[in-house]
């Protein structure tokens, strides 16, 4: 139920409908303001909604039947007054510039504000019916079934967050929402949640006690990630023990990298020093106590550069990644570049990357995964992988504390844009195409029989240069032509599919030529103008 700051409308039976219809189907941690002045206009109704914006509503009372005639937006004859009325849109609009510019003059703040029109004894149909679609869009109006169903008003506010676009706005949280109730009410009283970390590295150079565990799970079932170091087996093995436990009396099982709700029966066991679950590690370093002397504690790796040399001997004398972690918990405004091999966990880096941004705790300012986090691969199958990953991992976090903000997240990877680079470069010329003049109708060059295509015109080029050089260039290749346009065209693609450049190889590269075949590594170099 929402707080509503103001008494009930009496004057008005629409507005009177609208204001119980926001009282009982929004969350009550949605703020409603009526009837209130802002430069000398008055709008009717205002919701401040935490993490989204300011919603402004304007509300008219109109009866199908009412309705004469939509000439236009601002020329619409109604049975109930002599002269034509403006248009209801355009009056909420001019509410919501006069809001922003207030915060924008008053307290230096850029809000996310949009606005609604609501028709309380309106249906879609007869909006529609009578027209007034020119006036305002049927997903920013709010109709008589929106304000009897929660499902569907709530779908409504939301809809008009993502389709504004406002650059640089302030997230409306901690000060800045406590601002604008200050503005708006004569006395507020903040109860602000704090804010619960993402990870939690600790170090126990004197082992754990029994408290120092309960702790730890306690953390663990807020979903905040678990880093340990502990200096016996005997540590390890307590943790394993009470892991186990915690995980079963929360009806979950632990198998394959996933938490599932089953009958539980766990037996997670340390394996070469090291106990592992979902993010839970503990690590055992037999030297802990020489290499630190009292408990360390870090939080959403924020490291001190004492800590940052502790954790790099840590890493040699564990398996802790200690350069994963530092990818995981950088800055959000840093740009990263990582260079690794395959199966060096570049995958796993980016996925932990993405749980640390989204986190309130990393002040990323990410609050819709879908539109502004892109992730691009070199393969269809590489970027499938990546959207099942993400998802599981979301997957987990819910299962694992029952937070519903995790099912959104899944929801929300289901949007995201997890593409190869060629449909995302695709997509960025197709919209921008009209200002460049280039056109929309093309397509990217992808079947083998467009490769081989390119390819042959590449090798005949090439073999006719060397014909001019060597005569009996010909007699040196040792297979078919047409078979030897497959074997490059593979061997190409699998150094690309490994994120491996040809063009930017040097011949040595390829070590020694094939026997009878010398010109092998000029041949496959020389391939720099080939368009994969």
Known sequence: MARMMDIEPTA???????????????????????????????????????????????????????VLKVASPDEIHLSLYAEPQKSPKKQAKSYRFALRNLFIKQYGLNLPVVDLVCYPFMTENEY??????????????????????????????LYAFKSAFIQNADPVKGHVYDTIRSHFESKIETHETPVVPYSHLQIFPNGMAVG????????????????LFVPSQSD??????????????????????????????????PKYGVLSCFIFEAHLVSDLSVLCKQQVEIENGSVSSSEDELL????????????????????????????????????????????????????SSIYAPADEIAMLTFTVDAATNMKTRIKAQFMNYFCLTRQ??????????????????????????????????????????????????LLNRALNEYLAEARKKD?????????????????????IERLYNKGCDVKTASIEAFGQPLDGFPYINDLIVSMNDFPL
């Not at 307590?238 to 394959?256: E, I, Q, T």
């Not at 260079?339 to 990393?362: D, Q």
């Open 12 to 66: 008005f039976a629409g507005e009177r409908i609208a204001y119980n219809a926001f009282k009982d189907n929004l969350a009550d941690d949605v703020i409603c303001y009526f009837n209130r002045e802002v430069e000398g206009l008055e709008f009717d109704f205002c919701l401040l909604i935490k993490n989204l914006g300011l919603a402004i509503i304007e509300v008219k009372g109109w009866h199908s039947k009412d």
């Open 128 to 157: 529609l019916h009578n027209g007034l679609k020119i006036v305002s869009e049927a997903k920013l109006t709010l109709f008589s079934e929106d304000l009897n169903d929660k499902t569907r008003l709530n779908s409504k506010l």
């Open 212 to 227: 120092d565990v309960e702790k730890v799970l306690s953390e663990y079932a807020q979903g905040i990630k678990q880093f």
């Open 236 to 269: 390890l093995d307590m943790l394993a023990k009470n892991l186990n436990s915690f995980l079963d009396s929360k009806g979950l099982k632990y198998s394959g990298n996933l938490l599932v709700i089953d009958r539980p029966s766990n037996h997670i066991e």
């Open 312 to 363: 790099e001997a840590l890493a040699k004398a564990s398996s802790f990644n200690y350069k994963q972690f530092k990818i995981e918990h950088a800055d959000p405004k840093k740009n990263i570049q990582i260079t690794a091999g395959a199966g060096t966990g570049k995958t796993y880096s980016m996925i932990s990357r993405i749980s640390f941004l989204v986190n309130p705790s990393s002040n």
């Open 404 to 453: 519903k903000q995790y099912l959104e997240l899944v929801a929300s990877v289901e949007k995201m844009r997890i593409s190869t680079i060629h449909s995302f470069s695709k997509e960025i010329i197709q919209n921008t195409s009209l200002a460049l003049g280039i056109g929309s109708d093309f397509s990217t060059v992808s079947g083998s029989y467009e490769k081989k295509r």
């Open 471 to 491: 005569s009996n260039v010909f007699y040196a290749v040792p297979i078919n032509l047409y078979k030897l346009e497959d074997v490059i065209l593979d061997f």
